[in-house]
């Protein structure tokens, strides 16, 4: 019923930028705050991003503030996430994720929905 897709992805060098995209179907997107998250081998999955349901709000983590923007578009149920200056450290697969109960938006468990993730992979 309810589709997270992810897309973008792919292999750039350090300094290079990548967008990638979220298209969501079966839930009403603009009920929902949208985030995005990223797991690299062998660490835990993190928090990147989110936005709130309107997008008049955005949530960063330190590790990719000034390089990262977060951004929708709720009448084609889509949400970005422009990825510049890219580091080797930001490699890891990124996953969309949904989620609309009142809650802490950084934590995995506030997410109903999840993408099955995109991977990036960044050069030195």
């Known amino acids: 019923q309810v589709q997270l897709v992810e897309s973008g992805g792919g292999l750039v060098q350090a300094g290079g930028s990548l967008r990638l995209s979220c298209a969501a179907s079966?839930?009403?997107?603009?009920?929902?705050?949208m985030g995005w998250f990223r797991q690299a081998p062998g660490k835990e999955r993190e928090f990147v991003s989110a936005?709130?349901?309107?997008?008049?709000?955005?949530l960063y983590a330190d590790s990719v503030k000034g390089r990262f923007t977060i951004s929708k578009e709720n009448a084609k149920n889509l949400v970005y996430l422009q990825m510049n200056s890219l580091k080797p450290e930001d490699t890891a697969v990124y996953y969309c994720?949904?989620?609309?109960?009142?809650?802490?938006?950084?934590?995995?468990?506030?997410?109903?929905?999840w993408g099955q993730g995109t991977q990036v992979t960044v050069s030195s």
């Open positions: 936005i709130s349901r309107s997008g008049a709000s955005t």
């Open positions: 079966g839930l009403i997107f603009g009920a929902y705050v």
């Open positions: 994720a949904a989620g609309r109960a009142a809650g802490i938006y950084t934590l995995l468990r506030y997410y109903d929905y």
